[in-house]
Every structure is written in C-alpha cells, then in structure tokens.
C-alpha cells in the first residue's frame, strides 16, 4: 500500500505505529482507529474532487434550498 523507497515506507510504519500507541493511551482507547489513517487522505481528496466537479457542472452551489451561481460567490 505504501509506495518509495525503504526509508519512506520505514517512516510511513514508524507513524502508524505512533498512531497506534498514542491511541491506546488516550481516552477511548479506540487503537484500531489508527488504521484509518493511511485512508483518511484518498476520502478527503475523493470528497473535494467530487464536490469540485459537481459544482461546476451545476455552475453553482445549492444551499439551504437556494442557489448561489459561480458569478454571484466569486
């Protein structure tokens, strides 16, 4: 799943082992949340492209059940 060279993916399992720890201390206690974390960036870019790409093929933004078109926001 981790793409580089040796030292990037030593790096990557270093953090998620921190992750790891961090989370089994703090309150809740919830460890395996931690595994999420090397998904969390492709659902955060997933969501924004696709609200990106909706908007411009709406030419706008429906909000509170009105529209605000690209020319009125910028």
Known sequence: FIFGSAIV?????????????????????????????????????YTTLRATYITLKQGGIYWRESFYSLDMLN
């Open 9 to 45: 993916r030593l790096m990557a399992g270093i953090v998620l082992l921190t992750h790891i720890g961090y989370m089994a201390v703090i309150p809740p206690n919830k460890w395996w949340y931690a595994f999420m974390i090397p998904f969390a960036g492709f659902f955060m870019a």
